[in-house]
């Protein structure tokens, strides 16, 4: 029993230690970007930009607009680099950076009605597409919404295929209806999904800015 628990102690000391060694090497970092160094800015491009591109698609449910935000983010990272506090929690001061270009992003979509419509499309695609299908209590809100106003034979095969991860044979076979007719409600119930988000785009778009503002930051 002393053994492991020495050998407990030795591991989370190894931990602390990497994670000084680590702090230690961000600030170096942090002071050389301070400088201009045009390589300290890389290293920290290269360590942050995929998890703060995953954080930002997450809320905007488009590859290419989360690609732009993440180009702006470090844009503004260079362009403020001698004001970039090393003693200060550098992930946090991303993630801010990036919370307020998403609720900038929000905000001009809800002046620009192209832009709107392709917002929720996008995030009508991403989610109608299995990617955290009602997942969170924000964006499941409308699409159970926009589900129960499917006829009964749709919404079942939705709940089947969409929803219990049943493949169109599977679901044929409980509802004694042939593989075909299943993706031909399938189609169908996804078009009349997208249609009802668009009928109500303006409380699409506000619960995607509010999920938008206060998951940037989990």
């Known amino acids: 029993m002393k053994i492991g628990t020495n050998c407990f102690k030795f591991g989370y000391n190894l931990l602390l230690l990497v994670k000084i060694v680590e702090d230690i090497y ?19 491009y290269q360590a942050y930009s995929k998890p703060l591109y995953l ?9 290419d607009i989360a690609d732009e935000l993440l180009q702006e983010l470090f844009i503004k990272l260079w362009n403020a680099r001698t004001t970039v506090d090393s003693e200060k ?7 801010t950076i990036a ?9 001009k979509a809800a002046h620009d009605q192209a832009l709107i419509e392709a917002l929720i499309i996008n995030a009508a695609n991403y989610y109608l597409n299995g990617q955290e299908l009602l997942e969170n209590k924000e964006t499941a809100a409308i699409l159970r919404q926009a589900i129960e106003q499917l006829p ?8 089947l295929c969409k929803i219990e991860g049943k493949s169109y044979e599977e679901a044929g076979r409980i509802m004694g209806i042939s593989p075909a007719t299943v993706n031909s409600h399938m189609t169908k119930s996804i078009q009349a999904i997208k249609d009802y ?10 619960i995607m800015t509010t999920y938008a ?4 930051m989990k």
């Open 26 to 44: 961000q600030k170096k970092l942090l002071l050389r970007l301070n400088r201009g160094d045009e390589s300290a800015f890389n290293e920290l």
């Open 55 to 63: 954080r930002i698609l997450r809320m905007v449910k488009s590859a």
């Open 89 to 95: 929690s550098f992930q946090s001061y991303l993630y």
């Open 99 to 107: 919370q307020n270009l998403v609720y900038n992003y929000f905000r």
């Open 152 to 159: 009964p034979q749709r919404k079942r095969v939705f709940q």
């Open 197 to 206: 988000i668009l009928r109500n785009r303006d409380m699409a778009i506000l």
């Open 213 to 216: 503002v206060s998951g940037i």
